[in-house]
């Protein structure tokens, strides 16, 4: 649904004053100004003073032991529950209260089209896709089976030609919102966007290698099951030195609800790792901090966990977080990322060895050969046991294809 004039649904409690619009002076008091009695928009204040609106109406209408989940984008509102009468009521309610538009289905937000079926729920971007293609000119380019060569070593290089900054920055940031549905483009995006302050023509040409991906694969997105549990767990790895400029590493982690793909990330780290144990343990510091803080949220929808596995497919970062003994190779790891120890030994999580062939996170790590990105890209398979440290197969896809 959306919010007819949202911004308009709200006294302010600040003093507020503008000056009289054009074509509406005061001829009696033409050096005056008007208070504001309702939030306007442009105003700093108006989203606090309409969310604070829509949050009280919300919560004067909540009943107990009905649970409705309600989703907020400014004036974009999207909700659902187990119950249809409980969901009409919702939405008779907040028509009642508010000057409303009622879309049906969700089929689109915010640039995700939504695919819903008995099986489950797809989400993508495929128009998003051919839409940027045809912006920057490669619609008609050569499609690639990856978005990066693994021979692909980008640094500053800074004897290359200038390109434009401006353009490259739209690049970026147009495949950067991209990356809501597709994880399979995170590691590159993240490495190529290093470089907008100075951008050269190998940069251009290795963000262009992601486009001429993206025409490859234009309708990958994610796919959520009905049939998933809700089982918690989490996979982090690292590529130790990657950066050629500083040599820091980079730490990959991901975040599954049963077979669901719900969280991932690529990120430098920020200082210089002196071993692949160091850089194992970073990422896995790094994983640990997103489960807690989505255990957290999920107890608000009374799902309780108890131990979260982490797996790491490194047996001495393992290691290191389970013996509490300071050795001279790992007593100069910063203070901060023994947190991950400190939880682990108070039960939040159970770090789990899993084999590098099986770790999901090495995707955002590093360019992969075709079959090994294509495996992980088309994987889901989270459910089935875990046998010592491996995963049972299928392999069948958290990146999915628009059918």
């Not at 050269?200 to 234009?218: E, G």
């Not at 994983?287 to 807690?292: E, H, I, R, T, V």
């Amino acid at each position: 649904m959306d919010v007819k004039s949202a911004f308009l649904n709200r006294f302010i409690e600040d003093e507020v004053y503008v000056r009289q619009p054009p074509g509406f002076e005061s001829a009696q008091f033409p050096d005056r100004v008007y208070k504001l009695r309702r939030a306007l928009y442009g105003l700093k204040q108006a989203p606090r003073a309409w969310y604070a609106r829509l949050k009280s109406f919300l919560l004067k209408s909540s009943r107990g032991g009905d649970t409705l989940i309600v989703q907020i984008y400014v004036d974009d509102i999207i909700f659902g529950g187990l119950s249809h009468a409980l969901v009409s009521s919702f939405a008779e309610q907040m028509s009642r209260e508010f000057e409303m538009s009622l879309m049906g289905e969700l089929q689109f937000f915010l640039g995700l089209q939504i695919k819903q079926g008995l099986e489950g729920t797809f989400v993508h971007q495929a128009k998003y896709t051919r839409d940027i293609l045809k912006k920057f000119n490669m619609g008609d380019s050569k499609p690639m089976t990856t978005p990066m060569s693994t021979n692909t070593a980008l640094d500053a290089d800074e004897d290359g030609e200038a390109v434009d900054q401006k353009e490259f920055r739209g690049m970026i940031g147009s495949l950067l919102y991209l990356t809501a549905t597709r994880p399979d483009i995170q590691f590159m995006l993240c490495l190529c966007a290093r470089y907008q302050a100075s951008p050269r023509t190998s940069h251009r040409q290795a963000v262009k290698r992601i486009f001429r991906y993206l025409k490859f694969t234009p309708e990958l997105g994610l796919w959520y099951s009905l049939g998933s549990s809700l089982s918690l767990r989490g996979f982090s790895d690292a590529d130790h030195a990657g950066c050629r400029i500083d040599r820091k590493s980079t730490s990959g982690t991901c975040q599954l609800l049963g077979t669901s793909l719900v969280s991932w990330s690529s990120r430098k780290q920020t200082s210089v790792a002196l071993s692949t144990t160091e850089a194992e343990y970073v990422a896995a510091a790094s994983c640990c901090s997103q489960l807690l803080w989505m255990k957290a949220t999920l107890s608000d929808f009374s799902l309780k966990y108890g131990k979260i596995p982490l797996l790491v497919d490194s047996t001495s970062a393992i290691s290191v977080a389970k013996n509490p003994v300071l050795h001279s190779r790992t007593k100069h790891i910063d203070v901060r990322f023994h947190f991950l120890r400190d939880h682990y030994e108070k039960g939040d999580i159970d770090l789990v060895h899993v084999i590098s062939a099986n770790q999901l996170a090495d995707i955002f790590t590093k360019p992969l050969e075709f079959d090994a990105f294509t495996r992980l890209r088309g994987w889901r398979g989270v459910d089935n046991a875990l046998i010592n440290g491996e995963i049972e197969s299928p392999w069948t896809g958290f990146i999915a294809l628009l059918v």
